[in-house]
Protein backbone atom coordinates (compact mmCIF):
# COMPACT_ATOMS: atom_id res chain seq x y z
CA UNK A 1 0.00 0.00 0.00
CA UNK A 2 1.34 3.14 -0.77
CA UNK A 3 2.78 6.10 2.00
CA UNK A 4 3.02 9.72 1.90
CA UNK A 5 5.82 10.87 4.21
CA UNK A 6 8.45 13.69 4.38
CA UNK A 7 11.73 13.23 1.86
CA UNK A 8 14.61 12.91 4.56
CA UNK A 9 16.99 15.23 3.97
CA UNK A 10 19.42 12.45 5.16
CA UNK A 11 18.16 9.50 2.82
CA UNK A 12 20.39 10.15 0.06
CA UNK A 13 19.13 7.07 -2.31
CA UNK A 14 15.40 8.76 -1.72
CA UNK A 15 16.80 12.27 -2.49
CA UNK A 16 18.19 10.57 -6.24
CA UNK A 17 15.25 8.57 -6.51
CA UNK A 18 13.06 11.60 -6.69
CA UNK A 19 15.46 13.56 -8.94
CA UNK A 20 15.30 10.53 -10.93
CA UNK A 21 11.68 10.67 -10.78
CA UNK A 22 11.30 14.30 -12.14
CA UNK A 23 14.01 14.38 -14.83
CA UNK A 24 12.36 11.37 -16.55
CA UNK A 25 8.64 12.73 -16.41
CA UNK A 26 9.74 16.72 -17.42
CA UNK A 27 12.52 15.87 -20.08
CA UNK A 28 10.59 15.59 -22.83
CA UNK A 29 8.20 18.88 -21.73
CA UNK A 30 10.18 21.05 -20.45
CA UNK A 31 13.70 22.15 -20.45
CA UNK A 32 13.65 23.41 -16.69
CA UNK A 33 15.45 20.14 -15.79
CA UNK A 34 17.52 19.15 -18.77
CA UNK A 35 19.81 16.66 -16.61
CA UNK A 36 20.35 14.73 -13.28
CA UNK A 37 22.13 17.51 -11.71
CA UNK A 38 19.44 20.25 -12.06
CA UNK A 39 16.70 17.48 -11.06
CA UNK A 40 19.04 17.08 -7.88
CA UNK A 41 19.45 20.74 -7.20
CA UNK A 42 15.37 21.03 -7.58
CA UNK A 43 15.10 18.48 -4.67
CA UNK A 44 17.39 20.16 -2.54
CA UNK A 45 15.72 23.53 -2.75
CA UNK A 46 12.66 21.91 -1.88
CA UNK A 47 14.04 20.66 1.55
CA UNK A 48 14.73 23.76 2.52
CA UNK A 49 13.43 24.51 6.00
CA UNK A 50 9.74 26.44 5.16
CA UNK A 51 9.35 23.98 2.57
CA UNK A 52 7.21 21.06 2.10
CA UNK A 53 8.37 18.00 0.36
CA UNK A 54 6.52 15.02 0.46
CA UNK A 55 7.09 11.49 -1.39
CA UNK A 56 4.49 8.52 -2.42
CA UNK A 57 6.67 5.24 -1.46
CA UNK A 58 5.38 2.14 -2.80
CA UNK A 59 5.72 -1.41 -0.78
CA UNK A 60 9.58 -1.49 -1.77
CA UNK A 61 10.17 1.98 -0.07
CA UNK A 62 10.64 3.59 -3.97
CA UNK A 63 9.71 6.51 -5.10
CA UNK A 64 6.78 6.33 -6.99
CA UNK A 65 5.72 10.38 -6.86
CA UNK A 66 6.77 13.96 -5.09
CA UNK A 67 4.59 17.23 -3.64
CA UNK A 68 5.94 20.04 -2.78
CA UNK A 69 4.63 23.11 -1.60
CA UNK A 70 6.41 27.06 -0.60
CA UNK A 71 4.65 29.74 1.10
CA UNK A 72 4.34 33.10 -0.87
CA UNK A 73 2.22 36.36 1.08
CA UNK A 74 3.04 35.64 4.60
CA UNK A 75 1.98 31.88 4.31
CA UNK A 76 -1.83 32.92 3.65
CA UNK A 77 -0.97 31.22 -0.33
CA UNK A 78 0.95 28.46 -1.09
CA UNK A 79 2.24 27.06 -4.30
CA UNK A 80 1.95 23.91 -5.07
CA UNK A 81 5.73 22.76 -6.85
CA UNK A 82 6.54 20.18 -8.12
CA UNK A 83 3.84 17.47 -8.53
CA UNK A 84 5.03 14.47 -10.52
CA UNK A 85 3.62 10.88 -10.25
CA UNK A 86 5.74 8.16 -11.96
CA UNK A 87 3.95 7.38 -15.42
CA UNK A 88 3.57 3.56 -14.65
CA UNK A 89 1.29 4.95 -11.28
CA UNK A 90 -0.96 7.51 -13.41
CA UNK A 91 -4.35 7.26 -13.71
CA UNK A 92 -4.75 5.56 -10.38
CA UNK A 93 -5.28 8.14 -7.84
CA UNK A 94 -1.85 9.53 -6.43
CA UNK A 95 -1.64 12.41 -7.99
CA UNK A 96 -4.79 13.36 -6.38
CA UNK A 97 -3.67 11.95 -3.03
CA UNK A 98 -0.82 13.99 -2.93
CA UNK A 99 -2.22 17.09 -3.44
CA UNK A 100 -4.67 16.45 -0.95
CA UNK A 101 -1.83 15.55 1.67
CA UNK A 102 -0.21 18.84 0.25
CA UNK A 103 -3.62 20.75 1.13
CA UNK A 104 -4.23 19.03 4.60
CA UNK A 105 -0.68 20.26 5.57
CA UNK A 106 -1.14 23.66 4.55
CA UNK A 107 -4.37 24.45 5.82
CA UNK A 108 -3.40 23.30 8.93
CA UNK A 109 0.03 25.95 8.75
CA UNK A 110 -3.49 28.73 8.10
CA UNK A 111 -3.52 28.75 4.10
CA UNK A 112 -6.18 30.11 2.42
CA UNK A 113 -5.28 29.41 -1.11
CA UNK A 114 -2.97 26.98 -2.62
CA UNK A 115 -2.00 27.73 -6.61
CA UNK A 116 0.33 26.24 -8.93
CA UNK A 117 1.52 27.14 -11.99
CA UNK A 118 1.08 24.42 -15.35
CA UNK A 119 3.41 25.44 -18.58
CA UNK A 120 2.01 25.02 -21.96
CA UNK A 121 5.47 24.92 -23.73
CA UNK A 122 4.44 21.83 -26.15
CA UNK A 123 1.02 23.68 -27.97
CA UNK A 124 -1.44 21.10 -25.68
CA UNK A 125 -3.70 23.89 -25.31
CA UNK A 126 -5.54 26.50 -27.09
CA UNK A 127 -3.99 28.87 -24.91
CA UNK A 128 -0.59 28.50 -26.64
CA UNK A 129 0.81 29.48 -30.00
CA UNK A 130 -1.13 32.65 -30.23
CA UNK A 131 -1.32 36.46 -29.14
CA UNK A 132 -3.02 35.81 -25.31
CA UNK A 133 -2.87 39.94 -25.17
CA UNK A 134 -5.86 40.51 -27.92
CA UNK A 135 -8.02 39.30 -25.02
CA UNK A 136 -6.90 37.28 -22.08
CA UNK A 137 -10.44 36.59 -20.52
CA UNK A 138 -11.72 34.80 -23.67
CA UNK A 139 -8.75 32.96 -23.78
CA UNK A 140 -9.18 31.50 -20.54
CA UNK A 141 -12.75 31.44 -20.61
CA UNK A 142 -12.65 29.13 -24.19
CA UNK A 143 -9.27 27.20 -22.99
CA UNK A 144 -9.23 23.56 -24.86
CA UNK A 145 -7.00 20.95 -24.14
CA UNK A 146 -5.62 19.95 -27.48
CA UNK A 147 -3.01 17.17 -26.25
CA UNK A 148 -3.29 15.95 -22.60
CA UNK A 149 -2.20 18.77 -20.57
CA UNK A 150 -3.00 18.36 -16.99
CA UNK A 151 -4.96 21.60 -16.71
CA UNK A 152 -7.93 19.68 -16.76
CA UNK A 153 -6.71 17.04 -13.94
CA UNK A 154 -6.07 20.07 -11.30
CA UNK A 155 -9.81 20.73 -12.18
CA UNK A 156 -11.31 17.94 -11.91
CA UNK A 157 -9.72 18.26 -7.88
CA UNK A 158 -10.93 21.87 -7.47
CA UNK A 159 -8.37 23.71 -9.05
CA UNK A 160 -10.24 26.84 -11.30
CA UNK A 161 -8.13 28.46 -14.05
CA UNK A 162 -7.41 31.87 -12.26
CA UNK A 163 -4.81 33.89 -15.30
CA UNK A 164 -2.51 33.19 -17.42
CA UNK A 165 1.07 34.32 -18.11
CA UNK A 166 1.64 35.43 -21.71
CA UNK A 167 4.61 34.06 -23.27
CA UNK A 168 6.11 33.26 -19.99
CA UNK A 169 7.83 30.22 -21.72
CA UNK A 170 8.89 32.25 -24.83
CA UNK A 171 6.72 33.52 -27.61
CA UNK A 172 3.22 31.67 -27.46
CA UNK A 173 4.31 29.39 -24.39
CA UNK A 174 2.40 30.47 -21.55
CA UNK A 175 2.24 29.45 -17.94
CA UNK A 176 -1.52 28.81 -17.01
CA UNK A 177 -1.77 29.16 -13.17
CA UNK A 178 -4.27 27.43 -11.25
CA UNK A 179 -5.49 28.09 -7.79
CA UNK A 180 -7.70 26.50 -5.36
CA UNK A 181 -9.51 27.37 -1.54
CA UNK A 182 -8.13 25.71 1.07
CA UNK A 183 -9.97 24.90 4.19
Given at each position: ???????P??N?G??E?????????F?A???A??D?????R?????LE?????R???D?QH???GW?GA???????V?E?H??V???S?????????????I??????R???T?????D?????????????Y??????I??I??????????????????A?VV??A?G?GK??I???K???
Open positions: MPRIVDLADSLRQTAGLLYESRLTPWPMDSAREVESASEKICVMLDRVMAMPHYDGNWLPLVAEHRNRGYGRALVEDEAIVAAGALLWLGSDETYATSVSGVDLDDIPGARNENLKGHPYEFYTRIGFRIGPDNRPDLLAKIG
